[in-house]
């Protein structure tokens, strides 16, 4: 059996409460199981459940009694580490104009695959996690999937709404073949527009260091930094295998710019922004 992983990320953020809510699925040679992990600003909750248990379709799946599908999800599901139960409802989704992946969504054998479902969405509805109850009226969401092998050795990953938009950066060092090399995938949405930035359309990096990440394409350049070091521990896949521990802040300070031949689109600092930053400090 050839090691597999497929996560969907869901990241919900009101005025008063901010949740990322994984889904996901693992299997290799020595196991396959499901898990669902949720990230609060204060703790990292993490429940497993046999793989006999996922049901897949086209447009959601489920797993034991939690359903997550494009248009809202169902939590039902207790546990020794996690109670939790309700039920989100989202809006209309903005996705992006065309697979994130570009011309490397038919590169057989990448380490993993990257998918945007919505940039940003609004969401009703009420959760009741570990005796707290978030509820979440006209919320913002954001919604993305990876699947593959393992998460890149080393990367970086941020998203941040805004009242005009909202944006998404991942940098990661990518093995192909005998080689490696740096890829870029972001996306800026403002004002309804959406600029895109990747590897396959001449991005590239200018600096990442130190939480810092500049990525220049053309006359674009995007400036993201992580200001604060919060993030709670969560699970990662290493040959399918959820063995690895990395780091979110899904809700933390950051700054971020845009701008366009030298002319500054957004400049601003937020206390509500998602990073992980998987680089050496």
């Not at 949720?38 to 248990?53: A, H």
């Not at 590169?107 to 707290?132: D, Q, Y």
């Not at 990073?275 to 050496?280: I, M």
């Amino acid at each position: 059996m050839r090691p597999s992983f497929g996560g969907w990320y869901y990241r919900i953020q009101s005025d008063s409460d901010t949740l990322a809510i994984i889904p996901a699925y693992h299997k290799n040679d020595n196991k396959q199981f499901c898990s669902i992990q949720i990230i609060t600003k204060n703790q990292s909750l993490n429940v497993s459940f046999p793989y006999d248990e996922l049901v897949q379709f086209k447009t959601f799946i489920q797993i034991g009694s939690n359903c997550f599908r494009e248009n809202g999800l169902h939590l039902e599901t207790e546990s020794q580490n996690l109670s939790a139960d309700g039920d989100l409802y989202f809006g209309k989704l903005t996705p992006v104009k065309y697979d994130i992946m570009g011309p490397f969504r038919y590169v057989p054998f990448m380490e993993c695959r990257h998918i945007i479902k919505s940039m940003k969405h609004t969401v009703n509805g009420a959760l009741k996690i570990n005796k707290t109850i978030y509820r979440f009226q006209n919320a913002i969401g954001y919604m993305e999937g990876d699947r593959g092998v393992s998460f890149p050795k080393h990367y970086a990953w941020t998203q941040c709404f805004f009242p005009e938009g909202s944006l998404v950066m991942s940098v990661a060092d990518i093995p192909f073949c005998k080689f490696r090399f740096t890829g870029i995938i972001a996306v800026v949405m403002w004002h309804g527009k959406e600029y895109r930035f990747a590897t396959y359309l001449g991005a590239k990096v200018e600096r990442i260091k130190s939480g810092e990440i500049i990525i220049k394409q053309g006359k674009w350049t995007l400036y993201a930094k992580l200001l604060e070091q919060s993030g709670k521990p969560l699970l990662a896949p290493v040959d399918g295998e959820m063995v690895r521990t990395i780091h979110e802040h899904v809700i933390c300070h950051a700054a971020y710019q845009f701008e366009i031949n030298g002319k500054v689109i957004f400049d601003f600092i937020t206390d509500c922004a998602a990073f992980e930053y998987e680089y050496p400090f």
